[in-house]
């Protein structure tokens, strides 16, 4: 299934003219970036409610608020900011969502009113370890209650928690979050940061950012046998599940969920429609025999090139 990665509302459109099948990403920055102040509740309601509503009853998987890295909000700058830190590893995503609550409860509390207009999930962002699931899912209880005493009118159900498996720990540790956690959702751009200590948005290194590298692949495979052990949903959605280049490697691999930029669904449609799925399986296999990344590349270059 492919579904669309979203970073503005405004690319909805486009996101159901390519045939998305669902948001298997809606990145909440947007809500806080190029602006002095924060948006409250109702702003965030409103803003999430439309997406469910555009979805039509499809999949709307809307992520935790991930400032702090690469990703800035000029008014959340003081809580992120330590002078000589490395913000790539510092209070940002789902840190300093449970660090000040009142960011992550006023986004829960959006987000559950917003599920009363369609099938949303919850996405955290930076998760390494169980107990920040089980936090986030008191938090979340604890405002459903208070949403209820305020006479707001919730579903029954709970909408899915799911985390990123994007940090090199989380994916090993993929058994233990999968028994927490309701579905993956594989962020290569940043597991592949963190894997090969390389700077995602550093120029001088691009060169060693590498998705094909061993390392990084078996990191993916073992998050994919985790999630299939415990019968829980994954889907990838980093920048690999949008070039055509990884889709047989994806599949392969046994993916059936990709989230791209909907200017990529497309491309990466047609390149599923020529994939011999038995053969991907068997090439995947052979690639994970592999440590060369070289002979990787070359390895998924010739079965890709076959069709
Ligand atoms: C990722 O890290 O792969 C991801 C999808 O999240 P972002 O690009 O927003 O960090
Ligand atoms: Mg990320």
């Given at each position: 299934m492919l579904q669309a990665n979203l970073e503005l509302p405004r690319e909805l459109d486009q996101a159901l003219n390519a045939g998305a099948t669902g948001l298997g990403l809606v990145r909440s920055e947007f809500l806080y970036m190029n602006r002095d102040d924060l948006p409250d509740e109702d702003e965030q309601?409103?803003?999430?409610?439309?997406?469910?509503?555009?979805?039509?009853?499809?999949?709307?998987?809307?992520?935790t608020l991930d400032i702090g890295g690469d990703?800035?909000?000029?008014?959340?700058?003081?809580?992120?900011?330590?002078?000589?830190?490395?913000?790539?590893?510092?209070?940002?995503?789902?840190?300093?969502?449970?660090?000040?609550r009142k960011l992550l409860d006023t986004?829960?509390?959006?987000?559950?009113?917003?599920?009363?207009?369609?099938?949303?999930?919850?996405?955290?962002?930076?998760?390494?370890?169980?107990?920040?699931?089980?936090?986030?899912?008191?938090?979340?209880?604890?405002?459903?209650?208070?949403?209820?005493?305020?006479g707001v009118a919730l579903p029954e159900a709970m909408p899915p928690l799911g985390v990123m498996i994007e940090v090199p720990g989380a994916a090993l540790a993929a058994d233990a979050l999968a028994a927490e956690a309701d579905f993956f959702?594989?962020?290569?751009?940043?597991?592949?940061?963190?894997?090969?200590?390389?700077?995602?948005?550093?120029?001088q290194v691009a060169h060693l950012y590498d998705p094909l590298h061993p390392a990084v692949l078996r990191l993916i495979q073992f998050a994919i046998e985790a999630a299939?052990?415990?019968?829980?949903?994954?889907?990838?959605?980093?920048?690999?599940?949008?070039?055509?280049?990884?889709?047989?490697?994806?599949?392969?691999?046994?993916?059936?969920?990709?989230?791209?930029?909907?200017?990529?669904?497309?491309?990466?449609k047609q390149r599923i429609r020529a994939i011999d799925m038995i053969a991907a399986t068997r090439r995947a296999r052979a690639i994970m025999d592999q440590w060369d990344s070289g002979r990787i590349a070359t390895l998924l270059d010739d079965f890709n090139a076959l069709a």
């Open positions: 309601f409103e803003a999430f409610r439309d997406l469910a509503k555009g979805m039509n009853g499809r999949p709307v998987t809307i992520r990703k800035i909000a000029d008014a959340l700058a003081g809580m992120t900011l330590s002078a000589g830190a490395n913000p790539a590893l510092g209070l940002r995503a789902i840190r300093l969502s449970l660090k000040e986004q829960l509390a959006a987000m559950l009113r917003a599920a009363a207009f369609g099938k949303l999930r919850i996405l955290l962002p930076m998760i390494t370890s169980v107990s920040e699931i089980r936090r986030v899912r008191e938090a979340l209880v604890q405002v459903a209650k208070r949403l209820r005493r305020r959702a594989l962020g290569t751009n940043d597991l592949i940061q963190y894997t090969l200590a390389i700077d995602r948005g550093d120029e299939h052990r415990a019968g829980i949903p994954i889907s990838v959605c980093g920048e690999m599940a949008g070039d055509p280049r990884f889709t047989a490697l994806l599949l392969g691999l046994g993916l059936r969920d990709l989230s791209m930029a909907p200017s990529n669904i497309p491309r990466v």
